[in-house]
């Protein structure tokens, strides 16, 4: 395994197209609580279409389409970036991270990225997780190779190195992955062999927790007969969404405070998921999307 990355979150969306041509106000802002001390109103939070990827990421044999029963809704997903942090930068938004060689800690910036973003190998990623309805997450990567094929799927989320397993989601709740008070707090991108070409993530979100299933401080390898069986069920396909204006952005107080303690919650006002999945979804049935993060072939940091 090089890089273990995750995340998603479920929301109702406004399907009614609104503002300049291409974008759409996806995110409903009801499904969070009320902040204690409302801010003035903001301008509205858009999100413009993605370019469809030139082929499905692994075509899954036999899989059913929706059913007239589906719905739309969303997952959301925000993909964080580290960068040293610098004298200009709100100290209250500074990650410490503890350098691998001199064993100090060093203060970094985690960054918005979208999700298509090449990360280059020694990048350190982040990401947070919000589900604004009741459920559990669970997320598995593999790597991807040039001629298409994979490695063994591994369970990544839930472990007992982050919140303790605790995999339950609900609205306002957010996730982060690592915790920030994990050693190490963040991934690093690290290819296994030459010819990797991103991690495969499948994102899957329950009603009830997974029976059976072994939560240790590591992750976890999972059959693949196992992983073929929840894809063939569960797998939805899905159109990507990216926050207008949003890559590049910092961290905030309010995504540290919600992160750090599931207590916190995020609410009306505070920053939305950088990138949505708007997916056909079954009510009440388990839903699993593979998201593809791309390794930069050429780059190294």
Request: charged share 25%; no cysteine; net charge neutral.
């Amino acid at each position: 395994m090089s890089i273990w990355i995750a995340g998603a979150a479920l929301l109702l969306v406004a399907l009614a197209q609104q503002g300049h041509e291409g974008t759409r106000i996806l995110w409903d802002t009801s499904v969070r609580p009320a902040s204690k001390a409302p801010k003035p109103a903001a301008r509205p939070i858009r999100y413009k279409p993605a370019p469809a990827p030139p082929a499905p990421v692994a075509v899954i044999p036999g899989l059913t389409q929706a059913s007239a029963t589906s719905r739309p809704e969303v997952l959301g997903l925000t993909f964080w970036r580290l960068r040293r942090a610098s004298a200009l930068d709100d100290p209250n938004t500074r990650l410490l991270i503890l350098d691998e060689d001199s064993k100090d800690e060093i203060a970094y910036i985690p960054e918005r990225v979208e999700a298509d973003t090449p990360l280059a190998e020694g990048d350190r990623v982040r990401v947070t997780v919000e589900v604004p309805r009741t459920g559990y997450l669970y997320v598995f990567d593999r790597e991807q190779y040039g001629d298409g094929k994979t490695s063994q799927p591994y369970l990544i989320y839930p472990n007992y190195l982050t919140r303790q397993g605790d995999n339950a989601v609900a609205a306002g709740r957010l996730i982060e992955i690592p915790d920030q008070r994990d050693r190490p707090n963040h991934f690093r991108v690290r290819k296994s062999r030459p010819d990797q070409v991103s991690e495969l993530l499948s994102v899957m979100i329950t009603p009830e927790p997974l029976p059976n299933l072994r939560v240790g401080r590591d992750p976890m390898p999972v059959r693949e007969e196992q992983m073929a069986e929840w894809e063939n069920k569960f797998h939805v396909q899905a159109e990507r969404w990216e926050m207008e204006g949003g890559a590049g952005k910092a961290w905030t107080p309010a995504e540290k405070a919600a992160g750090a303690d599931p207590a916190t919650l995020l609410t009306r006002d505070d920053p939305a998921p950088q990138t949505l999945y708007r997916v056909a979804a079954e009510p009440g049935k388990p839903m699993l999307l593979k998201v593809p993060i791309k390794l930069d072939a050429t780059a190294r940091k």
